[in-house]
């Protein structure tokens, strides 16, 4: 009954390993996910300041506040997506 023993051993330390791995793969997943949203929020803070400071004229240029907006939105998704 010692490879019952010893079966039961290999078992219980490979559900072990695999919790853990499961509970640090979320870990990582969760920081991820948290940086890019901060570079994510830190791009768009960074465009709306900047986009206080154009001229009408200079915002008409780039096609409008609507644009500048899709834009923003648009290279924040792709920053953060690469993440």
């Known amino acids: 009954d010692a490879s019952l023993g010893y079966g039961f051993g290999l ?3 490979v ?3 695999q919790i853990i ?3 640090s793969l979320r870990h ?3 920081k991820c996910y948290k940086c890019g949203l901060r570079i994510r929020t830190a791009v768009v803070i960074a465009i709306y ?3 206080l400071v154009l ?3 200079e915002r008409q240029a780039h096609g409008g506040a ?3 907006a899709n834009l923003v939105g648009i ?3 792709r920053l953060q997506d690469l993440m």
């Open 11 to 13: 078992m219980f330390i």
């Open 15 to 17: 559900t072990c390993s």
């Open 21 to 23: 791995m499961s509970i």
């Open 28 to 30: 990582y997943f969760y």
């Open 49 to 51: 300041k900047k986009s």
């Open 55 to 57: 001229s009408l004229k």
């Open 66 to 68: 609507g644009e500048i």
């Open 75 to 77: 290279d924040a998704q």
